[in-house]
Structure formats: structure tokens, C-alpha cells
């Protein structure tokens, strides 16, 4: 299967500031990909799904002015968390489709915001 | 109703033993059915894919998809204790946007 890298994979940073998460795929390149947040003992929940090249669409509920993605090449996207707080703290994966809803995850990122 | 169900357990079996993992679904649109595999703090991996109902077979793992009760399961023979983790399923309808809906995982545990 394709690799994804994600970076960091653990962040803690103070409430109010923001936080960048990275997603790469390093042996392919994909037009779409998703990201996901994954409260504990709970289930991946999509936030958005965007195109390499075009804004994302993001899944209801979901703030679109706090959660920024960026979906800058066909390798790279990125996730800023605006403004972090508390109830931000969570499990975030990104993936790359791989066609045929085929799914390649990142290994997530832990955001703890304090 | 939740359009995925799946009893997050946990579920605890010795070494060997046959390891049943079941989900079911709202949607009858979904015609997609994938079964993930979770290490703890690590991303999903892909585990096993089919496609409408029928059985899929990988070495020791088996999917079953049963469109007409709307249950897929996942079947380990000879379990191991490196199957030890959270096994989510995961559906799709044919929609084309590839979203894919999720249980919650059941955490499994293999103990020597």
C-alpha cells in the first residue's frame, strides 16, 4: 500500500494559538484526500475532503474558518487548527484515496492543547 | 441509529482461537465494505476490501458482506497476539466521493 507521513505526531500547544499538521504521500500522488478526527474510543470521523487545487469541503458541523486546509500539491496537505482549545485536543489522520474507496493513512497526530 | 454499528468490546481471546468481528448498517446504498486494522496511536491500515455481498478470503482472514440483513463480519483463524488491536469497518456507497462511514472498532486482545 502507499506510504503517508504526517508531522508532527504529537503537538501540545497552549489554548488560542494555532497548530499546522502535514500530510505527505511519499511514493504517489493523489488528487484527493480526507482528514479525520478521532476522539478516544471512538470512531474516525471525516472533516473534510479536499482536491488537490481547490477549496475543501468540509462535513457538517465542521468550521471551516478554524480547521484550514490546504491542499498545496498533489503530495502535501496541510491541516491548521485556528485558535486551538481544549475541546480541540484529539487524534488527527489524514488519507489519500487510492481509488476504488481504497483509503492510505497517515500514523496521526496527537493534539493536546492545555 | 448510527449508520455503522459495531460493538466496541473489548474482546479477549487466547492465542489460536477463531476471532468473529461484526458490524451492521443503516444505509442499503452502501455497497462498499472494508475492514481496518488499528495499532494503538497509529494510523488505520487497509485489511480486507469487497465489494457488495460474498465472502473474500486473505490467509487467515475472512470478510463476509450479507447485504440482505445489512451485516459484514470479519473472521480470524489461528489468531495471534500481533492481531492484537482496534479493527474498524467501514462502508461506501456508490457515490463516487469515496467517503467512507466507520464503526467505532472493536479492541482486540490475543493472549499468549
Known amino acids: 500500500g502507499a506510504v503517508v507521513s504526517q508531522h508532527p505526531s504529537r503537538v501540545i500547544c497552549k489554548s488560542g494559538t494555532s497548530v499546522k499538521i502535514e500530510c505527505r504521500s511519499l511514493?504517489?500522488?493523489?488528487?484527493?484526500m480526507f482528514w479525520y478526527r478521532q476522539f478516544p474510543k471512538q470512531s474516525l470521523m471525516l472533516m473534510a475532503t479536499?482536491?488537490?487545487?481547490?477549496?475543501?469541503?468540509?462535513e457538517q458541523g465542521v468550521e471551516k474558518d478554524k480547521f484550514l486546509i490546504n491542499h498545496a500539491s498533489l503530495t502535501l496537505s496541510t491541516l491548521t487548527v485556528t485558535s486551538a482549545h481544549p475541546e480541540d485536543s484529539s487524534f488527527y489522520i489524514c488519507?489519500?484515496?487510492?481509488?476504488?474507496?481504497?483509503?492510505?493513512f497517515g500514523p496521526g497526530t496527537r493534539l493536546t492543547v492545555t | 441509529q448510527k449508520e455503522v454499528e459495531q460493538d466496541p468490546g473489548p474482546l479477549s481471546v487466547p492465542e489460536g482461537a477463531i476471532v468473529s468481528l461484526n458490524c451492521t448498517y443503516s444505509?442499503?446504498?452502501?455497497?462498499?465494505f472494508m475492514w481496518y486494522r488499528q495499532y494503538s496511536r497509529k494510523g488505520p491500515e487497509l485489511l480486507m476490501y469487497?465489494?457488495?455481498?460474498g465472502n473474500k478470503e486473505d490467509g487467515r482472514f475472512t470478510a463476509q458482506v450479507d447485504k440482505s440483513s445489512k451485516y459484514i463480519s470479519l473472521f480470524i483463524r489461528d489468531s495471534q497476539p500481533s492481531d492484537s488491536a482496534t479493527y474498524l469497518c467501514?462502508?461506501?456507497?456508490?457515490?463516487?466521493?469515496?467517503?467512507?462511514?466507520f464503526g467505532k472498532g472493536t479492541k482486540l486482545t490475543v493472549n499468549p
Open positions: 488519507s489519500y484515496s487510492g481509488g476504488s474507496y481504497e483509503q492510505y
Open positions: 511514493d504517489f500522488q493523489a488528487t484527493t
Open positions: 479536499s482536491n488537490e487545487g481547490s477549496k475543501a469541503t468540509y
Open positions: 444505509n442499503s446504498a452502501f455497497q462498499y
Open positions: 469487497t465489494y457488495s455481498s
Open positions: 467501514a462502508t461506501a456507497t456508490q457515490g463516487g466521493s469515496e467517503k467512507l462511514v
